[in-house]
């Protein structure tokens, strides 16, 4: 059984918004989430983020902006006792011609080279329809949650056939319930 989740960032760890999180004071985590991964990674899972950061491209936000983001995130992760094993982000917009933007698999593969293991069957956390499609591409678990914009998704693909849950709070808790049983 692959110990490996990937997560998607903003709507599943952090609160999402439609004009984009620019900055690290507009990074707020969703309740429950820091928590979550604190969890996952004292059961033995190993954590990562696969994130599309079009902002960047769009001139919203630069790289070290987003790396002060992810400086937050890590902090308040290591504060609840968890871990983040990498971090791994596109910085592209949607008309770039790269391999990294979900739904292409680029992200889960540096993910698997970062961490010199492989992804199939791995969790993969989103909150949209890329998120789905770049884990059922690279062979991974896929989640839908409902927070972000994963209620719209689910909206949107009434015929989705994902396991769903409504946060990554109530994910964890299901994966390792289901742990404790196995």
Not at 66 to 74: D, F, I, R, T
Not at 96 to 105: N, S, V, Y
């Amino acid at each position: 059984m692959s110990k490996l989740i990937i997560l998607d960032r903003d709507g599943v760890i952090n609160q999402d918004s439609d004009s984009y999180i620019k900055t690290p004071e507009e990074w707020q985590p969703i309740p429950g989430s820091i928590e979550a991964i604190a969890k996952l990674s004292q059961a033995g899972y190993l954590i990562t983020v696969a994130t599309n950061q079009s902002g960047i491209a769009r001139g919203l936000f630069s790289e070290k902006t987003l790396l002060a983001m992810h400086e937050k995130m890590l902090s308040m992760v290591s504060e609840a006792k968890g871990k983040i094993e990498c971090i791994v982000y596109c910085p592209h917009g949607p008309d770039d011609a790269c391999d990294c933007r979900k739904p292409k698999t680029g992200l889960i593969n540096q993910i698997e080279s970062t961490l010199k293991t492989s992804a199939i069957n791995a969790w993969l956390v989103g909150d949209s329809l890329r998120d789905i499609e770049a884990a059922e591409k690279a062979g991974c678990k896929p989640i839908l949650v409902k927070s972000g914009k994963g209620q719209r998704t689910l909206t949107a693909n009434p015929a989705i056939k994902v396991e769903i849950h409504d946060d990554l709070a109530d994910f964890a808790e299901a994966l390792l319930s289901q742990d404790h049983k196995a």
